[in-house]
Every structure is written in C-alpha cells, then in structure tokens.
C-alpha cells in the first residue's frame, strides 16, 4: 500500500474497493502502531466494520460522528475517540474532515484505555501525530522514528477525556425516549417528565439512566444539544439562531454550556475550524486520490 495523505473520492462501488484494500493492508501491518492521514469529503460515510487494532480517531479538521451499538460518539476539530480492537463502529463525516488515525496493538503498552471515550488532543500529541504520519508505515520503527511512536503510544492514556459521548440506555423504553429528544433536543425536559413518559418513579428512573449510561440526564441533555449544535455551527449557521432553535432562553446560556462542555467558545470553535478548514482545502488540491479506511 502507498504511504501518504489520501483523498477519499469516487462512487460507491469504488469507493468500497479502496475501503476494503486499505483494511487487508492494516490488518497484515506489523509494528506496535501504525499513522494513517486521511481526507475525507463531507457527508462520506463509513459502514460499520472493526479492526484488530485499537484506534486514535483525530479530527484535524472537521467533525466526525462514530456510531455503535453502545451509543454514538461526537469527535470536533481538537479531539480524538479512542475505539478500542474489535469494537464494530461506523464514522460519518460532517463537513470536509481532515483525519489522523494511530492504529494501536492492544498490547502496545500497559494502561491504554479499555473502554470507548473522546479525548482531548495535547499540544504534544497533536505534534506527535502531525510527525508520525511522516514515518515509514507498517514495519518496526527503531532510532528517531521508534522514540516518536512510543512517546505517542506513552501519551494516550494521559489525554483527558471529553464529554461528548452519547451513550443510550439498554431498555427499550429509556432508549426510545432518547431516540426522540435527539430528534427535537431541548434543554427543558425534565426528569419527571422522562420518569412518567417511561412509567417510572422519579427515584427508578435516575438510578435506571445512571446505570445504563453513566450519565445524569442532565449531563446527558447537555450532551445531546451539543450534538445538535456542532454540526450546524460547522456549516456557518449563526450562533443565535441554533441557540434559540435548541430550545435556550438566551445566547449567553447556551454559550456558557458550549464552553463548559468543549472549553471553548461557539466563535472560538469556528473560527478554528474555518482556519484549519482553509489549510486542509490548500494541502488537498495538490494531493492524488488513492485510497483509505478508519
């Protein structure tokens, strides 16, 4: 397989040959990592599939949606998700997504992390993964090239992890009622009105909703507005009118659960993202479609 930044264009049919000639070459990849770039088209979607590596999925650019069957996972420019090997998932892109991922042996090091999580990226590792995509792919790496890809590998379990996981209860009733807020979310509902809509005592319900997601209902709202907002502030929409269509009373609200949420501001974020998303356009026009997989 060639080494280099790849572009994913073509129709299905071809698309899906690229997809799967880029898996077969991971799959058979020796080495404790391997760095793959990628660039991907908006609205491109990757079906479910799974690796026998472990991967760091980075945004360099661009918001990247993963699905599984324990809930779905929002990845924003800054962040990474952590896929544990053999965890079936599959990634949509929202908007022209600029992708670095380090695919990882479960054994690389001690203390990687077990379970699914998005990570915020370092300064550290956003500059390790920028160089170790630059390193031959696929082998075992010694001198200057092997002490960036275990500093890399030593980095991950230190990233800290974000709430930007949604994660959906098991019971059919508690899951439906989240499959309908993410349709229309707002900040309003209530827990009584979630405990009396599943037939549950207000007490029943939080225990129920903990224990499945890991997560207050408040928490989780929060969360799944969030979800709502991120996707529609990359397309450009204005930060008032997504505020108010979410349901907030006012702009400084829904500014101040952005910020608590992703540590920075709704401008701050497009204006980083719209920065990246000017580099990542000039960086592709000079680069040849080949092919590629996450």
Not at 96 to 116: F, K, N, Q, W
Request: hydrophobic share 40%.
């Amino acid at each position: 397989m060639p080494h280099g930044r790849e572009i994913f264009r073509g129709d299905a049919a071809e698309l899906g040959r690229l997809f799967e000639s880029r898996w077969q070459w991971l799959e058979e990849a020796i080495g404790p990592a391997v760095a793959l770039p990628t660039e991907y088209p908006d609205g491109y979607h990757v079906p479910r599939h799974r690796h026998s590596r472990s991967q760091l999925l980075h945004a360099l650019v661009g918001v990247v949606l993963v699905t599984t069957k324990h809930g779905r996972w929002m990845v924003p420019p800054d962040h990474a998700m952590w896929i544990p090997a053999g965890i079936e998932h599959s990634v949509e892109m929202l908007g022209d997504v600029s992708m670095r991922s380090v695919y990882v042996t479960p054994d690389a090091i001690p203390g990687l992390p077990e379970g699914l999580r998005v990570v915020g990226i370092t300064e550290l590792m956003h500059s390790l993964i920028v160089e170790s995509e630059k390193l031959p792919q696929g082998g075992e790496l010694e001198g200057r090239a092997g002490l960036i890809m275990g500093l890399l590998l030593h980095e991950i379990p230190n990233l800290p992890e974000r709430p930007l996981g949604l994660p959906f209860p098991a019971d059919p009733k508690l899951a439906a009622l989240c499959r309908r807020f993410v349709a229309a979310p707002s900040p309003h509902a209530t827990i009584d009105e979630w405990a009396d809509a599943a037939g549950m005592s207000r007490r029943s319900f939080t225990r129920a909703f903990h224990r499945q997601t890991g997560l207050s209902l408040s928490t989780w709202r929060q969360q799944a507005c969030l979800f709502a907002a991120l996707p529609r502030l990359a397309d450009g929409e204005p930060i008032t009118r997504v505020a108010l269509d979410l349901g907030y009373d006012s702009v400084p609200a829904f500014i101040t659960m952005f910020k608590r949420m992703l540590g920075t501001s709704p401008r701050g974020y497009m204006r980083g993202a719209r920065e990246a998303g000017e580099g990542m356009k000039r960086l592709a026009g000079s680069v040849q479609a080949s092919s590629a997989v996450v």
